[in-house]
């Protein structure tokens, strides 16, 4: 494995950088810029240190080490005047931070911290969770918030039980699962699967109940100790950070991918557009979808790739598969027609990776937790209803084909694996080992073994798909709620956090992991690894931070 030091003298200081925009290493003299990280007469280890050019979208952010200096590598800032932020939990900065950068000369900004006032405006949702007492089943119950909002909202409200039983949830459920506070759409169905009735008010009450008693309805204060997770030490300190803010707080870049070229495209959760994002300089253009229901809700989630670098995308509630010509810039639609396009219809993820296997790609239908498969060539869809007369509720969040092409999708609400065959259409499902492990996103390897993110499980799964064998590998801390797991060259197991702002780097060998603070907060959805740079790039969207990310391991 590459390892990389960075050590600084009082004359100068030589570290290993990548060349911008290149994957390749290449040797520095000197920082652009560098400083000294401290609360008091203490040098703290694991701040991180956010440096952003006026004018500029590009944020970069580097980590302090155990002596609390930080340095920023001459190539990753360019000569301009910069703000500086940090992040660094139970601080803040003393006093507003800036620092000059020029091209010859390498600037130095030391960072003073005080202890914050207001700690819990700082603390993650997997913080707000460890903290509040209760049940494992009263707080997974607020998994279901943090989809569109942080927990900061309930908590921080006075409402009582019987303002969320008769107010606030049933006007939460009534928005589609890609709203925002700044961008909220209204459900047009219920989905098929989901509770009703009796059961759905049984599920509102508890809901009500628990966080009636602990949002500030009856306290001036929350009655419960704040629990904060450490900052990062040693292997997770040696990482870059660049944050690249789009155009308007309302895109919400669900799935990020990187094509051949190093170009990032993404899909926006709430908006009818595809994105487009030049890493070396910021620009972001954005391509147009059609709507095929008008005044039904908008916004695309799955972003995949086929063989040839067509990119593909469900357009959810407009029901539609959606596939865009990056050579052409031109796009083409398939509707979903007749008894299947009813007004729940939600096409989420659309799975062209094996199209070229038979001509097929494999989508799923949130509105009847049903499977389909399109002949790309004539139009014709097929579908499987999985789950047609079985207890609920289901949930098919993902689907992903094998090197045959034969489909495996997700069950978000249980905790199953299918399997359709793509020769007969017989359905196979697979018990995962960790009861209520709610299975979400996931990706094929080269061995045709699928990695998942276990939602509920706090876990990354495998499932072998030749021996039909599981493995499961814990993600810390509790409450981190993997959405999606990918693979790199090197077999490590990369996922992201929905709630506690951090990437998490597995050795499936070792079991042992990194986990990585992002800069800010960061609901993090589709992850994605660009296997081109050395060593690997990590990318992933801020679902609710208008921004994407790209993370830099040193090691």
Not at 96 to 125: C, H, I
Not at 332 to 338: A, D, I, M
Request: aromatic share 8%.
């Amino acid at each position: 494995m590459l390892r990389r030091s960075m050590v600084m003298s009082i004359g100068c200081l030589v570290a290993a950088v990548w060349l911008a925009g290149t994957g390749k290493l290449a040797a520095q003299a000197g920082p652009a810029l560098s400083g000294k990280v401290t609360a008091g007469q203490e040098a703290l280890e694991g701040v991180l240190v956010s440096a952003r050019k006026d004018g500029s979208n590009i944020t970069v952010t580097v980590v302090s080490d155990k002596d609390g200096n930080y340095n920023f590598p001459a190539a990753r800032l360019e000569p301009g005047h910069y703000s500086l932020r940090i992040r660094a939990i139970g601080y803040e900065l003393d006093h507003p931070n800036e620092a000059s950068v020029a091209a010859d000369k390498p600037a130095t900004a030391d960072v003073a911290l005080r202890k914050t006032e207001n700690l819990a405006a700082q603390l993650t949702n997997a913080e707000w969770l460890a903290s509040m007492p209760g049940s494992d089943a009263q707080k997974g119950q607020l998994l279901n918030c943090v989809g569109c909002h942080t927990l900061q909202r309930p908590l921080n409200s006075k409402y009582s039980a019987e303002d969320f039983l008769t107010l606030i949830l049933p006007r939460m459920q009534g928005y589609v699962n890609q709203s925002i506070p700044q961008h909220p759409q209204l459900r047009r169905a219920e989905r098929l699967m989901e509770e009703r009735g009796d059961q759905r008010v049984q599920v509102y009450r508890a809901a009500a109940e628990y966080l009636a008693s602990i949002n500030l309805s009856s306290h001036p204060q929350w009655n419960f100790e704040f629990k904060t997770q450490p900052r990062p030490t040693g292997a997770a300190t040696r990482v870059i950070y660049t944050e690249y803010d789009l155009p308007r707080e309302t895109i919400s870049p669900h799935d990020v991918i990187i094509d051949r070229s190093g170009i990032v495209w993404y899909s926006s959760f709430g908006e009818q557009n595809l994105g487009r994002l030049d890493p070396k300089t910021g620009k972001v253009t954005e391509f147009p979808i059609a709507e095929h229901k008008p005044d039904f809700p908008t916004g695309s989630l799955g972003l995949r790739s086929d063989p040839k670098g067509n990119l593909w995308l469900g357009n959810m509630y407009q029901a539609t598969i959606v596939k865009f010509d990056p050579k052409t810039e031109t796009f083409k639609y398939w509707p979903l027609e007749g008894d299947e396009n009813i007004d729940a219809a939600q096409i989420n993820m659309v799975s062209p990776q094996h199209s070229d296997v038979d001509g097929k790609l494999w989508t799923q239908n949130n509105g009847f937790a049903g499977v389909h498969r399109l002949d790309i060539a004539t139009g014709k869809f097929e579908t499987w209803e999985p789950f047609k007369g079985v207890p609920g509720p289901h949930n098919i969040y993902d689907v992903i084909p094998d090197s045959h092409n034969n489909a495996f999708f997700t069950d978000f609400r249980q905790r199953h694996i299918g399997r359709i065959d793509a020769r007969t259409g017989e359905i196979k499902l697979f018990e995962i080992p960790t009861p209520n492990s709610a299975p979400r996103r996931g990706t094929m390897d080269a061995q045709d073994r699928l990695w998942f993110g276990e939602y509920r499980g706090d876990r990354v799964g495998m499932l072998d798909t030749k021996t039909g064998q599981f493995k499961e590998w814990p993600v810390a801390p509790r409450w981190s709620a993997p959405y999606d797991v990918i693979t790199d060259r090197n077999g490590e197991a990369w996922t992201g956090s929905m709630t506690s702002d951090q990437v998490t780097r597995l050795n499936p060998e070792t079991g042992q992991s990194i986990n990585y603070l992002l800069p800010r907060s960061t609901n993090i959805r589709r992850v994605f690894v660009d296997n081109s740079t050395t060593p690997v790039t990590f990318w992933a969207g801020s679902n609710h931070g208008a921004s994407i990310v790209k993370v830099e391991p040193l090691e």
